[in-house]
């Protein structure tokens, strides 16, 4: 039997807009690169650092692209 849904790790992301700590969630496995964009509670995020060595889930950083209308 084949998964229809992408492949997810835990990552634990820092920067996203309002969290003043890690955020710890699933995230699509073949967005995880340094430079990917993605859109997360209508804003647009960059990952900018992703750090797998020694640690439990990889560390994300992200920074804010663009918060994107709700209309």
Not at 3 to 23: K, R, W, Y
């Amino acid at each position: 039997m084949t998964d229809e849904n992408p492949s997810t790790v835990i990552v634990n992301m820092h920067g996203l807009l309002g969290e003043q700590e890690v955020i710890q969630m699933e995230f699509e496995a073949e967005l995880l690169q340094e430079k990917e964009q993605f859109v997360f509670d209508n804003v647009a995020y960059e990952i900018v650092r992703i750090i797998n060595e020694d640690v439990e889930y990889p560390v994300v950083y992200v920074v804010i692209l663009d918060i994107l209308s709700q209309t």
